[in-house]
C-alpha cells in the first residue's frame, strides 16, 4: 500500500473571522517517528492540526498528500483536547470507527475489547462513556483513535487538564503506538511530554514555523531567541 | 359566611365527574372501551407516522447546509402553531368527493383522522427533533467529519444518540394529537362506533349538557395522557440514574 506520507504543505493559509490564525505555512511531514508541536497560545497549533486533518480548509495554498486526498482522513486518527464521546457505553465508543467503516458487529467487539484492555478500559466496557473520569475519557478517545491502526496519529493536547498518573499512562499507551511503528503528531504546551515522546520539534509563533529540529537539540540550544524565550517560560507576544 | 352557589356547583360536577370516569372505568364500559381505543388506534398511528417523518427531517436540517435552511427551519417552527381547524378543513377539502384524493373514500373514517393529526404533528416532532440533534450536532461535528461519516451515518448516529430527546418529541406530539378535537371532529365526522374518539365524544355530551359525563371521559383522557407518557419513559429508561 503507497504511503500516507510525506504531507507537504505550502503557503497555507487560514483565516476565520477576518484574521489570519494560521500562516503563510510551509512544512513538511515526513513518514516515522514523532513530532511534537509546540508554541505559546494562539500561535496556530490546533488551527494546523485540523488543518491537516482537513477539519478546517486553507483560504491560500496547498497541502499535498502522497495519496488522494479523499482517502488521506481515512488513513489519521484525531484525538480533540476535549474529548468527544458519543451518548453510548465504552466499548460501543472504541469500536464505533469500524462499525463506520462497515466492519461487522462481532469483529469491531472483539477488537474493541482488546483494545480497551490495552488502555486499561476492560472494567468499564459496559459503563456510560461520559461517566469515566477525564483521564479514562481521554484514554477512550486514545483507544478509539488506535482501533483503525491509522498511519498518522494527531493528538490536540490530549493530555491537558490531566493528572499526573493519566498522563503517564496515556503516553504509556502513546509510547506503544510508536514503538509499533505509527507516525506521532501531538501539540503539547508540556515541555517535558514533548522531551520525553518526540523525535523532532516544530515551533510554531505568530501562525508559522519560526523553528524546528531535533527534539534533544532543540530543547538543549534553541535557534531562535523566541523559541529560547519560550522554553525559558517568558510571556511571549 | 356560605360558600358561593356557583361554586357548589362546580365542584359538584367534578365530584360527579369523578364519579363518572370511575364507573365507566370500573364497569369496562363497552362504548368507554370503544372509543379509548380508537383514539390509542388514531394518534397512535398519527404520531408513529410523524415520527418517521419529522425525524429524519430535523435531523436533515440539522445536519444538511443548503440554500433556505434557516428559512425553512423558521417554516416548520411556524407550522408548530398550525390551527388544527384549518388542517381538518384542508384535508376535508383534499378527501371529500370533489377533492384530488375523493377516489379514496377516506373522508369520515379513521384514516381521515391519521392523515390531519399528522400534518398537526409533523412540524412538532420535526421542530422539536431539529432542536434536540441540532445540539448534539455541534457536540459530534468534528468528531464525526473526522471519522469520515457520510451523511446518512451521521444522520443515523445523531438520531440514535438523540433518542431520549426525540422520545420526548413523539410524546409532545402525542399529546398534542390525542387533545385534538376541532381537526378529527371536521374529518371524522364523530360518528358513533365509527369515529368517535375520546375528544369528540367530550365536546358531544358538553353540547347535549351531560357536564359529568363529559368531565368522566376528560379525566380518562387525561389518565390516558399521563398513562402512555410514564410507560414510554419507563421502557426508554430515561430516568434510570447512570444511563443515558
Known amino acids: 500500500m503507497v504511503s500516507l506520507l510525506p504531507l507537504k504543505i505550502e503557503n497555507a493559509t487560514v483565516r476565520a473571522g477576518g484574521r489570519t490564525l494560521l500562516g503563510p505555512l510551509n512544512l513538511t511531514l515526513d513518514g516515522g517517528g514523532t513530532s511534537a508541536l509546540i508554541g505559546p497560545n494562539g500561535a496556530g497549533k490546533t488551527t494546523l492540526l485540523r488543518l491537516i486533518h482537513g477539519l478546517v480548509r486553507p483560504r491560500d495554498g496547498s497541502l499535498a498528500w502522497h495519496v488522494p486526498v479523499a482517502h488521506a482522513r481515512a488513513r489519521q486518527s484525531f484525538v480533540f483536547q476535549h474529548p468527544i464521546l458519543l451518548r453510548r457505553s465504552v466499548l460501543a465508543n472504541i469500536g464505533f470507527p469500524l462499525r463506520l467503516a462497515g466492519v461487522r458487529r462481532p469483529d469491531a467487539t472483539g477488537r474493541a475489547k482488546k483494545i480497551a484492555a490495552d488502555v486499561g478500559l476492560s472494567d468499564h466496557l459496559a459503563a456510560p462513556a461520559m461517566a469515566l473520569s477525564a483521564g479514562e475519557k481521554q484514554k477512550l478517545a486514545l483507544a478509539r483513535a488506535l482501533i483503525t491502526e491509522p498511519e498518522l496519529l494527531i493528538l490536540d493536547e490530549p493530555t491537558a487538564n490531566l493528572d499526573g498518573r493519566s498522563k503517564r499512562e496515556i503516553e504509556t499507551i502513546l509510547k506503544k503506538a510508536i514503538a509499533g511503528g505509527m507516525r506521532v503528531l501531538i501539540a503539547t504546551h508540556d515541555m517535558g511530554q514533548a522531551e520525553r515522546l518526540a523525535d523532532e520539534v516544530v515551533f510554531l509563533f505568530h501562525g508559522k514555523v519560526h523553528e524546528r529540529g531535533e527534539a534533544a537539540g532543540f530543547f538543549a540550544s534553541p535557534q531562535t531567541p523566541a523559541a529560547a524565550a519560550f522554553l525559558r517560560g517568558d510571556i511571549l507576544e | ?244
Open chain 2, 1 to 244: 359566611m356560605g360558600s358561593h352557589p356557583y361554586a357548589d356547583v362546580f365542584v359538584s360536577e367534578i365530584w360527579q365527574g369523578a364519579v363518572s370516569a370511575f364507573w365507566l372505568v370500573v364497569t369496562l364500559d363497552s362504548d368507554l372501551l370503544e372509543i379509548t381505543l380508537r383514539s390509542l388506534q388514531v394518534t397512535l398511528t398519527a404520531v408513529l407516522i410523524a415520527s418517521l417523518i419529522g425525524m429524519p427531517l430535523g435531523a436533515f436540517l440539522a445536519v444538511r447546509r443548503f440554500r433556505r435552511r434557516r428559512a425553512t427551519v423558521a417554516i416548520l417552527n411556524a407550522l408548530m402553531g398550525l390551527p388544527p381547524v384549518v388542517v381538518g378543513l384542508v384535508v376535508y377539502l383534499l378527501l371529500s368527493r370533489a377533492g384530488p384524493f375523493g377516489v379514496f373514500n377516506l373522508l369520515f373514517t379513521p384514516t381521515a383522522m391519521v392523515v390531519a393529526q399528522v400534518v398537526i404533528v409533523t412540524p412538532l416532532i420535526a421542530s422539536i427533533s431539529h432542536q434536540a440533534i441540532r445540539e448534539l450536532w455541534a457536540q459530534y461535528h468534528d468528531l464525526l467529519i473526522s471519522l469520515n461519516a457520510t451523511l446518512i451515518q451521521r444522520t443515523a448516529t445523531l438520531l440514535f444518540d438523540a433518542r431520549r430527546a426525540l422520545l420526548t418529541a413523539a410524546l409532545a406530539g402525542f399529546g398534542r394529537a390525542i387533545g385534538e378535537v376541532g381537526a378529527v371532529m371536521i374529518v371524522g365526522g364523530n360518528i358513533d362506533h365509527a369515529t368517535r374518539v375520546l375528544t369528540t365524544a367530550i365536546a358531544l355530551e358538553t353540547s347535549k349538557g351531560n357536564f359529568a359525563l363529559a368531565l368522566g371521559l376528560g379525566y380518562v383522557l387525561i389518565a390516558l395522557a399521563v398513562a402512555v407518557s410514564l410507560a414510554a419513559h419507563l421502557l426508554s429508561r430515561t430516568e434510570r440514574s447512570g444511563t443515558w
